[in-house]
Nanobody, 119 residues
Framework: QVQLVESGGGLVQAGGSLRLSCAASGSILVIGAMGWYRQAPGKQRELVAV??????NYADSVKGRFTISRDKSKNTVYLQMNALKPEDTAVYSCNALGVLKIGGRFDSWGQGTQVTVSS
């Protein structure tokens, strides 16, 4: 089993910044992709950003404000969030896709971390 642990959420005023971290652990052979999703009250979960070995992709709503990065040696993904807006308020969850050492693929999620942006 692969476990993901997120940190860095909190309360911030509009225009402020936060940096989210997510570390994966377990019997991992390789991680092919890691990403951040968010779910606001009354809304469905949406992709915020994803990173693979060669590419990054962002939701239009966060382009130019958020940056996703990855430390492969630590199996950790980060989300630098700048110029935060109240509409960014949501529970942010990280996700990892990869291959287990014992064989087979995994698709694991973290518990989620609350990000609240006040007006």
């Amino acid at each position: 089993q692969v476990q993901l642990v997120e940190s860095g959420g909190g309360l911030v005023q509009a225009g402020g910044s936060l940096r989210l971290s997510c570390a994966a652990s377990g019997s991992i052979l390789v991680i092919g992709a890691m990403g951040w999703y968010r779910q606001a009250p009354g809304k469905q979960r949406e992709l915020v950003a994803v990173i693979t070995s060669g590419d990054t992709n962002y939701a239009d709503s966060v382009k130019g404000r958020f940056t996703i990065s990855r430390d492969k040696s630590k199996n950790t993904v980060y989300l630098q969030m700048n110029a935060l807006k109240p509409e960014d308020t949501a529970v942010y969850s990280c996700n990892a896709l990869g291959v287990l050492k014992i064989g087979g693929r995994f698709d694991s999620w973290g518990q989620g971390t609350q990000v609240t942006v006040s007006s």
